[in-house]
Structures are given as structure tokens and as C-alpha cells.
């Protein structure tokens, strides 16, 4: 069946440091991939997303690619802000036959000043 | 447009009760879908529901159940409250594909606790 595999976390970086958080998928089919971030007593917010291979989501700085040949979309940013702490869901929805949404287990990130 | 909106915000019960969430989707929006978010375990997918059926269930015992209405709001209940159950349960509605939109759009989240 479909799933996502993110890195586990706690990842802690400075401020202004390179984010990278990987993400890997197995699905049949052609996916569309997304990335959902958390921030502390909230719900999930759609960040990014990609529909097709070798396309890129980008949203605040955050950009994540779709390679098909890899199955990933490993989440980076340049420059991480204090205000980035949160936490990251990678997910998947098969376009055909269920239309279930997989959710990986989430990366929380902390970024320190 | 409004967002998701999720009623209530916090629910504090007893062991052995009942409960009632409610879900309330973008305008527009069809698909409803609900998620159990846990420290252990977690987001863990409960069920969708789409123009009123359900659509996709996840796995949980019998004592979860939910539907949704014409106007596409949803309500969850679980029966017989374990103190397993306390987790923050969350809705999120969907275009379902319309217009290629399969972006998920979450609400707040109802925290319940039950004691």
C-alpha cells in the first residue's frame, strides 16, 4: 500500500541555518505530494505542494521537488527563522481509486536564536 | 472565505461518555475528512466523508463513527470514552478534486480529555 517516510526528529538548527527534512513515499500510480506544517496549538497548514514528477512547491522560503525516479520531496529552506519552529508533515494522495490521504509521523523543528 | 471551523475548542469528559464533535468545511468544499493526533501515535486518519458518504475509513473501533450533512458539515461521534481517547481530533474539508484541488485545508482542532 501507499505510505510516507519522514525523517524523525527533534531537528534543531540556528538561526539562518540550511533546513533540509527528507521525505520519502511509496505509491502506485502517479501521487500528488504535499507538506503541512503545524505550529504549537494549532491545526495543520498546507505549506507546499507538487502534483507531478520534477515539479517544484515552494511557499515562505520553503521548497520541496517531486522526483519520481527517488521517490522523495525532501522539504529544505536557505535560512530558517526562530519563527519556523514547528512541525512538518509530509503527505501523499493517490489521485485514483481512494483518494486517501498518508501522512508521515512529522518532524519537529526547532530553531534556536 | 471562512476556514474550517471546529466546535468545540476543548472538551473535558468522563470515562464512559459520550461525545459530539462538529465540523463545520470551507464553503464549497465536500469532502470532510477527520484525524486523531496523539503524542504517541501521532496523526492517524478516522474517516472521510464526501457528499454524505462515507468514502474511506481508517482503523478505528466502532465506537468512532461520524457522518455529514447536505450542506456538507460533519459530526463525529465516540461512544463509550476510554482515557485512550483524549488526543486532539481534527477536521479537514477538501475540494475533493474539483478544478484539480486535492489540498487538504485543516481546522483548529477540538482538544478532548477525558478523565
Known amino acids: 500500500g501507499n505510505s510516507v517516510t519522514q525523517m524523525e526528529g527533534p531537528v534543531t538548527l540556528s538561526e539562518e541555518a540550511f533546513l533540509t527534512i527528507n521525505c520519502t513515499y511509496t505509491?502506485?500510480?502517479?501521487?500528488?505530494l504535499f507538506w503541512y506544517v503545524q505550529y504549537p496549538g494549532e491545526g495543520l497548514q498546507l505549506l507546499l505542494k507538487a502534483t507531478k514528477a520534477d515539479d517544484k512547491g515552494s511557499n515562505k522560503g520553503f521548497e520541496a521537488t517531486y522526483r519520481k525516479e527517488t521517490t522523495s520531496f525532501h522539504l529544505e529552506k536557505g535560512s530558517v527563522q526562530v519563527s519556523d519552529s514547528a512541525v512538518y508533515f509530509c503527505a501523499l494522495m493517490a489521485t485514483s481509486g481512494t483518494y486517501k490521504y498518508i501522512f508521515g509521523t512529522g518532524t519537529r523543528l526547532k530553531v534556536l536564536a | 472565505k471562512a476556514g474550517v471551523t471546529q466546535t468545540p475548542r476543548y472538551l473535558i469528559k468522563t470515562r464512559g461518555q459520550q461525545v459530539t464533535l462538529s465540523c463545520s468545511p470551507i464553503?464549497?468544499?465536500?469532502?470532510v475528512s477527520w484525524y486523531q493526533q496523539t503524542p504517541g501515535q501521532g496523526l492517524q486518519f478516522l474517516f472521510e466523508y464526501f457528499s454524505e458518504t462515507q468514502r474511506n475509513k481508517g482503523n478505528f473501533p466502532g465506537r468512532f463513527s461520524g457522518r455529514q450533512f447536505s450542506n456538507s458539515r460533519s459530526e463525529m461521534n465516540v461512544s463509550t470514552l476510554e482515557l485512550g481517547d483524549s488526543a486532539l481530533y481534527l477536521c479537514?474539508?477538501?475540494?475533493?478534486?474539483?478544478?484539480?484541488?486535492?489540498?487538504?485545508?485543516f481546522g483548529p482542532g477540538t482538544r478532548l480529555t477525558v478523565t
Open positions: 505509491a502506485t500510480g502517479y501521487p500528488s
Open positions: 464553503s464549497g468544499h465536500r469532502s
Open positions: 479537514a474539508s477538501s475540494l475533493a478534486g474539483l478544478a484539480g484541488s486535492y489540498e487538504q485545508y
